[in-house]
């Protein structure tokens, strides 16, 4: 089955400044793939998600790039805000299905 | 996107006891509905997809007697958690698939089983 890292685990910036998340997977044949924030006991709340003809998109401070001859995908945050903070998860869909990363929890510091 | 909502957000109950919980897509007819749980801080791991009007496909390991599925129309999915025991407390999320390109989740907000 597909199986998707996620790096890094934690990431704490300063507001105002960027955040990068890295994925990658392992499956060729996935072609879609969202991100997804979490706050705490909440359900996850999708943000952006790009699909395998498209190379970059983006919506407001937030954008994502695929590359799939790599298999990796990134979530780019720009001008990070504390409102920002969460867990963030990427995720592949292959085989009807999606697959999650292990997540990083975004720190944004006032 | 697509409204989910789940009942209850949150409940404890006794060893032994069965739990439902329900899953509704409030403005979309979901004809293929996911529960997934998550402990804490960890990921969500697929259970099982549910179709409406036929059994639920489990993923490897879930015990299909203990968490019944049922997804009887085209706007709600229960899960029956039965016989619960504390191993089976965390955070069990339903998701709906939505939009022609059949791929695109949203999820609910999640309820908190906890089995004392």
């Known amino acids: 089955g597909e199986n998707v890292e996620q790096h890094p685990s934690t990431l704490s910036v300063q507001e105002g400044d960027s955040a990068v998340i890295k994925c990658t997977y392992s499956?060729?044949?996935?072609?879609?793939f969202p991100w997804y924030k979490q706050e705490l006991g909440k359900g996850p709340q999708l943000i952006i998600d790009?699909?395998?003809?498209?190379g970059e998109k983006k919506d407001q401070r937030i954008a994502v790039t695929l590359n799939k001859t790599a298999k990796h995908f990134s979530l780019h945050i720009t001008e990070t805000q504390p409102e920002d903070s969460a867990v963030y998860f990427c995720a592949a869909f292959n085989d009807y299905k999606l697959s999650f990363g292990a997540g990083t929890t975004v720190t944004v510091r006032a | 996107g697509a409204v989910v909502s789940q009942h209850p957000s949150r409940v404890i109950c006794k060893s032994g006891t069965s739990v439902k919980i329900e899953c509704r897509s409030l403005d979309f007819q979901a004809t293929t509905m996911f529960w997934y749980r998550q402990f804490p801080k960890q990921s969500l791991m697929l259970m099982a997809t549910s179709n409406e009007g036929s059994k639920a496909t489990y993923e490897q390991g879930v015990e299909k007697d203990k968490f019944l599925i049922n997804h009887a129309s085209l706007t709600l999915s229960t899960l029956t958690v039965t016989s619960a025991h504390p191993e089976d407390s965390s955070f069990y999320i339903c998701?709906?698939?939505f939009g022609g390109g059949g791929d695109t989740q949203y999820f609910g907000p999640g309820t908190r089983l906890t089995v004392l």
């Open positions: 998701s709906v698939l």
């Open positions: 790009i699909r395998s003809n498209v």
């Open positions: 499956d060729s044949a996935s072609n879609y």
